[in-house]
C-alpha cells in the first residue's frame, strides 16, 4: 500500500508541473510602397461621360511603386468600378478603363507591361526588379440611356496595393 501512495504521488505531482508559454514577437516592415504622384481628376466632355483623359479636361491618376527587393512583391492596381461618392443616381453608370506603365526608373523593367496579366478591372505586375515603377490608370464613366450627369461632386477610387508573391 506504502508503495502504490508513493506511486500515485509522483504521479500527481508530475501533473501538477506548471505549464508556461513565451511569447516571441517580430515586425516585418513591407519593402514595397506606394504613393500617388499624379492626383486623378474627372473632365466632363459630354452631359453623360465623365473620363480622366486629359484632351477631355480630365487629369490621370499616377502611382509609384518603390520596392528595394526584387521578386518579392507584385504591383496590383484597379481602376473604378464605381463611384466612392456622387449625387443620387437613377439610373446605371457603365465604367471602363485601362492600366499601363507610364515609366519605370530601371532598364529591367521595360517588359512590366507585356508580363503583366489582368483579371476585371485589376492589372497585376510582377515586381521582378528592385526600384520605381509608375503606373497609371484611366477611368471612364457613361451615365445610363446617354442622360445627363446630375451637378455635384463625383469620387472615385483607383485601388492600389503591394501583395506579397
Not at 461621360?49 to 504591383?75: E, H, K, M, W
Not at 507591361?113 to 457613361?142: C, F, H, I, K, N
Request: net charge positive; aromatic share 8%.
Amino acid at each position: 500500500m506504502k508503495k502504490l501512495l508513493i506511486a500515485l504521488s509522483l504521479t500527481f505531482s508530475a501533473l501538477a508541473t506548471p505549464i508556461m508559454a513565451a511569447d516571441i514577437d517580430g515586425t516585418v516592415e513591407s519593402r514595397c510602397t506606394i504613393a500617388t504622384t499624379v492626383p486623378g481628376k474627372y473632365g466632363n466632355p459630354s452631359a453623360h461621360t465623365l473620363t480622366t483623359l486629359p484632351a477631355s479636361g480630365g487629369q490621370v491618376p499616377v502611382i509609384r511603386f518603390d520596392t528595394t527587393l526584387a521578386n518579392a512583391y507584385y504591383a496590383q492596381v484597379s481602376y473604378p468600378t464605381s463611384f466612392s461618392s456622387s449625387p443620387s443616381l437613377s439610373d446605371n453608370v457603365t465604367f471602363t478603363g485601362t492600366v499601363a506603365v507610364k515609366a519605370t526608373g530601371e532598364s529591367g523593367m521595360s517588359g512590366y507591361q507585356a508580363a503583366s496579366t489582368t483579371t476585371g478591372s485589376m492589372r497585376q505586375y510582377g515586381l521582378s526588379v528592385a526600384g520605381s515603377v509608375w503606373l497609371e490608370a484611366t477611368s471612364v464613366a457613361v451615365y445610363g440611356g446617354n442622360r445627363a450627369f446630375p451637378g455635384g461632386a463625383y469620387k472615385a477610387v483607383v485601388l492600389a496595393q503591394c501583395v506579397a508573391q
